[in-house]
């Protein structure tokens, strides 16, 4: 009987990190024309290209698992300006300077982005958003694990506070 009982708190702890399931579709435009993805402290430009696409598509598919069972979020990602900036370096495209934080080189990023139901119904859309956040180094980090820690909060705070809400009142 105890053997059962655990069994069933397990799956009623779980069921709600299944209750969700949406998936994410994500594009990429040419990174040598982002406002700024240049690679720092000795990485390989397209290493550093992919270092960011994987890592931005986790959060992106992250956050979509969010939305109800079904729903697709598709998204373009048409400029990106990582946080901070890359001092100059040696001028072969591989700078050996680190990315330097500081609250002039804020995070944006600018998207088109499609959010369907499983019926295909589109639910909420937006072209040519911008995102940024201008006071990206006022909060206290609890977690650094990130390189694109600030990146992946905007983007994550934006869909929290503004696309989640009116998915929900779509409903």
């Known amino acids: 009987m105890i053997k059962i009982n655990k069994a069933l ?15 994410a579709e994500v594009k990429w435009q040419n990174f040598d024309e982002y406002s700024d993805v240049r690679p720092g402290s000795n990485w390989k430009k397209e290493n550093y290209y992919n270092s960011v696409k994987r890592n931005h598509e986790k959060t992106f598919r992250k956050l979509a698992s969010k939305l109800p069972d079904g729903y697709v979020f598709s998204v373009e990602v048409t400029d990106l ?11 072969n495209g591989n700078s050996t300077e680190p990315r330097v934080m500081s609250s002039t080189y804020s995070p944006k990023i600018t998207l088109n982005y499609t959010v369907k139901s499983n019926d295909g119904k589109v639910v909420s859309q937006d072209s040519n958003l911008k995102l940024k956040d ?7 980090v609890m977690r650094y694990k990130d390189s694109y820690y600030y990146d992946n909060k905007l983007i994550a705070e ?12 779509a409903e």
Do not use: Q, R
């Open 9 to 23: 708190l397990v799956t009623c702890l779980l069921l709600p990190a299944f209750a969700y399931s949406g998936e």
């Open 81 to 91: 300006d990582l946080a901070g900036e890359v001092l100059l370096g040696n001028g």
């Open 134 to 140: 201008m006071s990206y180094l006022d909060g206290i």
């Open 158 to 169: 934006w869909f929290e506070d503004k696309l989640l809400p009116s998915i929900d009142s």
